[in-house]
């Protein structure tokens, strides 16, 4: 029948999951409207329609949606796109809309991911039609992720007004306050190191896309998709880890501690300005109040967690593409650390944080068993043990730094090696092949 290729339980989860996704930005519209009087993702992704778009990634997911066409399709789709885009432009110079510079391109990305949509549902059938329908619904996910989350930051500065810095400042006594440290050393090695690791820090999805592109690379061929994904893993930690940030508000210390990242304007928030040259003071903590423009986006660090996340996916690529993934986890931290948006201790979180979720996602892949359930149980476990330490221990963290920042790296450790144990018990076995019996002489 026609739509046979819908019927069982895989497509009763794909139905769930999609109607789980739809409720869920629906909620972040609500909210968003409600609590900051700015529309939410889904009107800011349908204005894009006409509107000129924010810079984002719009041509990245159609780069993803593309994994499932052939190459006559796609250089037909990117050209489309291009050609969309390119009309676009003309008609608002024509008539004088004023653009910002980064905002002229994406609307053709859009409209050629929504036309394959339309395209798949009137023009295709069965096994074709699921695959197109997935690719476009990878590539809308990418870019509504996007949005998601800028409105989850958005919903934070707004309902946060209160912060946690001083605590997890104080907790980071531990660990030799390795902001500091970093911030100095990168202060040293500018203007190279700078520039470095900011196009690192700002090209993290380029990496990401690079690493999913790979892994996608023979759905066209295979007119499937693998089991487990990179893009997979940097949404569901994109849609959960701002929900950390409600309840565990942070800015960062070129904020709380520094001048912020728009110079010194940013003092009337501080604390203090000791960043990067004087650790804070030993001394309680409290919470503080800070601006409602900033987001609290620092526990758990997530351009750590994706950082991680890339690393993790590039390992069964070649060599080239292994290397890019330990060069780009390195620079991250170095740059969330050296530019002074995260504690050492948003790190420790961050990595705990992707480790669980990689680890829940390849379960629900697999089949879960009694391994994966330990090690997504454990994980959240030591995460919920961090972030307890971190508000409620803090000062005994930097008393007795020799005990409590060993623990830490160790708590981390614990679960990298939980994860790389768990791994390699679901490789594939290589089968012994059989050898034949040998036959007896004949006399």
């Given amino acids: 029948?026609?739509?046979?290729?819908?019927?069982?339980?895989?497509?009763?989860?794909?139905?769930?999951?999609?109607?789980?996704?739809?409720?869920?930005?629906?909620?972040?519209?609500?909210?968003?409207?409600?609590?900051?009087?700015?529309?939410?993702?889904?009107?800011?992704?349908?204005?894009?329609?006409?509107?000129?778009?924010?810079?984002?990634?719009?041509?990245?997911?159609?780069?993803?949606?593309?994994?499932?066409?052939?190459?006559?399709?796609?250089?037909?789709?990117?050209?489309?796109?291009?050609?969309?885009?390119?009309?676009?432009?003309?008609?608002?110079?024509?008539?004088?809309?004023?653009?910002?510079?980064?905002?002229f391109f994406g609307n053709g990305a859009l409209w050629v991911m929504l036309g394959c949509a339309v395209i798949a549902v009137t023009r295709r059938t069965g096994a074709e039609r699921v695959l197109l329908l997935k690719g476009?619904?990878?590539?809308?996910?990418?870019?509504?992720?996007?949005?998601?989350?800028?409105?989850?930051?958005?919903?934070?500065?707004?309902?946060?007004?209160?912060?946690?810095?001083?605590?997890?400042?104080?907790?980071?006594?531990?660990?030799?306050?390795?902001?500091?440290?970093?911030?100095?050393?990168?202060?040293?090695?500018?203007?190279?190191?700078?520039?470095?690791?900011?196009?690192?820090?700002?090209?993290?999805?380029?990496?990401?896309?690079?690493?999913?592109?790979?892994?996608?690379?023979?759905?066209?061929?295979?007119?499937?998709?693998?089991?487990?994904?990179?893009?997979?893993?940097?949404?569901?930690?994109?849609?959960?880890?701002?929900?950390?940030?409600?309840?565990?508000?942070?800015?960062?210390?070129?904020?709380?501690?520094?001048?912020?990242?728009?110079?010194?304007?940013?003092?009337?928030?501080?604390?203090?300005?000791?960043?990067?040259?004087?650790?804070?003071?030993?001394?309680?903590?409290?919470?503080?109040?800070?601006?409602?423009?900033?987001?609290r986006n620092c526990m758990p660090s997530l351009h750590t967690a994706w950082a991680t996340a890339i690393f993790i996916h590039s390992r069964k690529g070649p060599r080239l593409l292994r290397f890019a993934g330990a060069f780009w986890l390195t620079a991250t931290l170095g740059a969330t650390l050296g530019f002074g948006y995260h504690y050492g201790v948003d790190l420790i979180a961050g990595v705990v944080f992707t480790l669980t979720i990689e680890t829940a996602l390849r379960s629900l892949d697999r089949g879960w068993d009694r391994s994966g359930l330990q090690l997504v149980a454990y994980g959240t476990t030591v995460f919920a043990a961090l972030l307890v330490s971190y508000r409620y221990l803090p000062v005994e963290m930097a008393e007795h730094p020799w005990v409590f920042g060993p623990l830490l790296v160790l708590a981390m450790t614990s679960v990298i090696y939980g994860y790389v144990r768990t791994t390699k018990l679901w490789e594939p076995k290589a089968a012994p092949v059989p050898q034949p019996e040998p036959q007896p002489e004949l006399a």
Avoid: C
Wanted: glycine share 10%.
């Fill in 1 to 103: 029948m026609k739509f046979a290729a819908w019927r069982g339980p895989r497509a009763i989860l794909w139905a769930t999951a999609g109607v789980a996704t739809l409720g869920f930005l629906i909620a972040l519209e609500i909210a968003a409207r409600r609590y900051t009087g700015q529309p939410g993702p889904l009107t800011n992704q349908a204005r894009e329609v006409i509107f000129p778009p924010k810079p984002g990634p719009l041509y990245a997911g159609l780069a993803l949606m593309m994994v499932v066409l052939t190459w006559r399709q796609r250089f037909i789709a990117a050209g489309a796109a291009i050609g969309i885009d390119i009309v676009f432009v003309v008609v608002r110079w024509a008539v004088g809309v004023e653009v910002p510079e980064d905002h």
């Fill in 136 to 295: 476009v619904g990878l590539g809308l996910l990418l870019v509504a992720g996007r949005k998601a989350g800028d409105t989850w930051l958005l919903i934070t500065s707004k309902t946060r007004p209160m912060v946690l810095d001083p605590y997890v400042a104080t907790a980071d006594h531990a660990l030799g306050n390795p902001s500091w440290v970093a911030g100095r050393i990168l202060r040293a090695t500018a203007p190279i190191g700078t520039h470095v690791l900011d196009l690192v820090y700002a090209q993290l999805a380029v990496a990401a896309i690079v690493v999913a592109l790979y892994q996608l690379r023979r759905v066209a061929v295979e007119r499937r998709f693998p089991r487990h994904h990179l893009v997979r893993t940097f949404l569901v930690i994109g849609l959960v880890g701002p929900a950390i940030y409600m309840i565990f508000p942070v800015v960062g210390p070129i904020f709380t501690y520094g001048p912020g990242t728009s110079g010194t304007g940013g003092l009337q928030w501080a604390v203090a300005d000791l960043w990067p040259h004087t650790p804070p003071p030993l001394t309680a903590p409290h919470p503080v109040l800070y601006d409602d423009i900033t987001p």
